[in-house]
């Protein structure tokens, strides 16, 4: 399972930090990640990160503004985003997919709405 908390509104420019919070998956085994969805658009893949070595992607959207990170011994997943603009407007999905980060996730969790508005 994958729960996703952490949305919300903020202002343009401002940050917000979305969690992922694991369970019934062995967390190294699987590489999680974050996909978003905006409203009349297909899901992008954000951020993903290869919980066994570490391995580290992001979109060329959010670059130098996103952070993700894990902790194992808590078995979470974080998305710290900074630098926020309105086209980062949407609703964030937590993802799993086995072993790599390979683009096509195994399981979503549910999303979390991320609004970056003045």
């Known amino acids: 399972q994958l729960q996703a908390s952490g949305g919300g509104l903020v202002q343009p420019g401002g940050s917000l930090t979305l969690t992922c919070a694991v369970s019934?998956?062995?967390?190294?085994?699987?590489?999680i990640g974050w996909f978003r969805q905006a409203p009349g658009k297909e899901p992008e893949g954000v951020s993903c990160?290869?919980?066994?070595?570490?391995?580290?992607f992001y979109a060329d959207s959010v670059k130098g503004r996103f952070v993700i990170s894990s902790d194992n011994a808590k078995n979470t997943v974080s998305l710290q985003m900074n630098s926020l603009k309105p086209e980062d407007t949407a609703v964030y999905y937590c993802?799993?997919?086995?072993?790599?980060?390979?683009?096509?996730?195994?399981?979503w969790g549910q999303g979390t709405l991320v609004t970056v508005s003045s």
């Open positions: 990160i290869t919980i066994d070595d570490g391995m580290i």
């Open positions: 019934g998956l062995t967390m190294d085994h699987y590489a």
């Open positions: 993802t799993a997919e086995h072993y790599y980060c390979s683009g096509v996730p195994n399981y």
